[in-house]
């Protein structure tokens, strides 16, 4: 079993839908990323966050350590938010290493 | 502001073939370095990481290596491709300690035939 777990694998959406991407973790972490990957390949790093709440636009992030679970919500979709996103964690203590899901495809259609 | 580069962009080699993928990262100093590779279908894997230079270490054991010859400069090499060894290659970066957010350079596509 994969230790991050993401859901839904595939998502399609209507422009102006409000989204929800889940990410599950199994081990006690130092942090979670979400991260959004275009067609081309290109990674970049949306959050990383240790607790609550962050916002960054229209992307909301939240993380409940209890219960070991993160979403990421987009509001107001738009096509130009078609991507895969991915989320990763950090486990707790001297640690470098980041543990990935395998993401979550977007497609938002106009 | 920092930049990270890879190069190349794409690249098909024969199996038994050597390989060197490059990246750097410019406008910081002592950045964390990080090799990871997306093989088709597959989540993100970790290969390698540096801390500083000469400093590597190896997170699964394959037919790769990795070197830093240079504060903002990182290597990815292989004496003899596999086909396995086909994927995405991502270099990344993030500021000197565990805290920091990681950067992620364009990637290299390898095809291996």
């Known amino acids: 079993k994969n230790e991050v777990e993401q859901s839904p694998q595939n998502l399609t959406a209507q422009e102006g839908e409000f989204i929800t991407i889940n990410c599950s973790y199994s081990v006690g972490i130092s942090a979670l990323h979400w991260l959004q990957q275009h067609p081309g390949g290109g990674i970049v790093s949306l959050f990383m966050?240790?607790?609550g709440k962050k916002k960054h636009g229209r992307l909301i992030a939240t993380i409940n350590i209890q219960e070991k679970h993160s979403s990421l919500h987009i509001t107001a979709s738009h096509p130009r938010d078609s991507a895969v996103y991915i989320c990763?964690?950090?486990?707790?203590?001297?640690?470098?290493?980041?543990?990935f899901g395998k993401g979550t495809l977007l497609t938002v259609n106009p | 502001s920092q930049t990270i580069h890879q190069w190349p962009a794409t690249l098909v080699q024969p199996v038994g073939s050597p390989l060197s993928l490059e990246c750097t990262v410019e406008?910081?100093?002592?950045?964390?370095l990080y090799w990871y590779r997306q093989a088709a279908g597959r989540g993100l894997q970790l290969l390698f990481y540096s801390i500083g230079i000469g400093q590597i270490s190896s997170e699964v054991p394959q037919n790769l290596s990795a070197s830093r010859p240079q504060d903002r400069q990182f290597i990815l090499s292989s004496k003899k491709l596999l086909l396995s060894d086909s994927g995405f290659y991502l270099c990344?970066?993030?500021?000197?300690?565990?805290?920091?957010?990681?950067?992620f350079g364009p990637g290299t596509r390898l095809l291996v035939l």
């Open positions: 966050l240790s607790s």
């Open positions: 406008g910081t100093s002592n950045p964390n």
């Open positions: 990344a970066w993030s500021e000197e300690g565990l805290r920091g957010t990681q950067y």
């Open positions: 990763a964690v950090r486990s707790g203590g001297s640690n470098y290493k980041l543990t």
